[in-house]
Antibody, heavy 119, light 107 residues
Framework: EVQLVESGGGLVQPGRSLKLSCAAS????????MAWVRQAPKKGLEWVAT????????YYRDSVKGRFTISRDNAKSTLYLQMDSLRSEDTATYYC????????????WGQGVMVTVSS | DVQMTQSPSYLAASPGESVSISCKAS??????LAWYQEKPGKANKLLIH???TLQSGTPSRFSGSGSGTDFTLTIRSLESEDFAVYYC?????????FGSGTKLEIK
């Protein structure tokens, strides 16, 4: 059974950093492109970043470029999101999601982890 | 960026009825469209990809249609488990973008 379990969320002050992790199991992690998607309170879904199966390619939405870094450790079957210079508008539930094959839709999602940016 | 306009934002229906949700892209996305179901306390579920291809495990009462800019998700003979929030997503180009969601509630 495919499982994606996020961790590392919490309350952080504006301008500070936080690192999210996503532990994957039930599939060969190194075969899949992975992503982070977020959802602000009472809002819709917003794609944040994607990383290729081998980590060689990354893609970001403009609003997080230069502040967020997506990475992965295939030996540990773990996906990461390093979030620096956090802003109040980054407050959201962050979901880890798996891309299916070479397509850019998501066939599995985690249950999410909450990040609150506030002083 | 490709803007995805989803409508209606809210829909009330009774079990056994059929409903349709629309998703319009601001430019052609071919058939690179997916539909998801969101339920409280559960991971989001992929229902349909490639505009009309049912993901394994999606009940046949769900169907997707459209290509280019106009897409529709139809649910026939609603069951109690179908009351949820539905999102469309285009994956034709980056940034990947979602519709604003449709909340389907029991009438």
């Amino acid at each position: 059974e495919v499982q994606l379990v996020e961790s590392g969320g919490g309350l952080v002050q504006p301008g500070r950093s936080l690192k999210l992790s996503c532990a994957a199991s039930g599939f060969t992690f190194s075969d899949y492109n992975m992503a982070w998607v977020r959802q602000a309170p009472k809002k819709g879904l917003e794609w944040v970043a994607t990383i290729s199966y081998d980590g060689s390619s990354t893609y970001y939405r403009d609003s997080v470029k230069g502040r967020f870094t997506i990475s992965r450790d295939n030996a540990k079957s773990t996906l990461y999101l390093q979030m620096d210079s956090l802003r109040s508008e980054d407050t959201a539930t962050y979901y880890c999601a798996r891309h299916l094959g070479a397509s850019w839709y998501f066939d599995y999602w985690g249950q999410g982890v909450m990040v609150t940016v506030s002083s | 960026d490709v803007q995805m306009t989803q409508s209606p934002s809210y829909l009330a229906a009774s079990p056994g009825e059929s409903v349709s949700i629309s998703c319009k892209a601001s430019k052609s996305i071919s058939n690179n469209l997916a539909w998801y179901q969101e339920k409280p306390g559960k991971a989001n579920k992929l229902l349909i990809h490639s505009g009309s291809t049912l993901q394994s495990g999606t009940p046949s009462r769900f169907s997707g249609s459209g290509s280019g800019t106009d897409f529709t998700l139809t649910i026939r003979s609603l069951e109690s488990e179908d009351f949820a929030v539905y999102y469309c997503q285009q994956y034709n180009e980056y940034p990947l973008t979602f519709g604003s969601g449709t909340k389907l509630e029991i009438k």
